[in-house]
């Protein structure tokens, strides 16, 4: 091999070398830079979801434990708290939502509840935080139930339900009116489902 044969050689393995330490000293800058970025981290508060019904923590529960009592008015044919054929009253539901952090959506269905004596009692209406007896009565629908966005940290809202013992359109006739107004163990009976969802952003 001649001399200059030798050099060129020498020459091409020195530059092999050389781009070799050069492209090793950039990919440990470039892998240095990469494993950087991939440092830290994120904090974030959760949401709090916390809802009462009628003052009752309902976190974890299926059922509530305290009674919903109704309200049957005085009238000229019956007195105050009973119901009878043809009597309409309502009852109280009260969402507090100050302790949550999302808007939500609250569904409520109101219906005769399958261990009442008396069957032909009907939710007709309601009025979402009313003021007065003269507020205005949204007719009440037993496909959808009573559907309402309630806000974030909302303190109360309230839903007066109105419910009757349908003595016209109702299934029982005068004999079972009877029977379930003069039984001691009659008991009028509503089945309340609430339900709530998380309204997505």
Known sequence: MTNAKKKDLKFVILFIVLVSCCLLYLFQ????????????TVSSDIASWNIKVNGEDIANKKTLTTTIKPTFLESENTKEGVIAPGVTGYYTIVIDASDVDVNFLCTIHSDVSVDSTVSDLK??????????DADERLTYSTDTGIVQQISKNTNQTVFRIYIKWDDEDGTMDNQ?????????TSQALMSIKLQFSQLNN
């Open 176 to 184: 079972a009116d009877t029977e379930a107004a003069t039984s001691d």
């Open 29 to 40: 800058s470039s892998y240095a830079k990469y494993r950087r970025q991939l440092e830290g």
């Open 123 to 132: 939710t007709l209406s309601y009025v979402i935080n009313p003021v007065s």
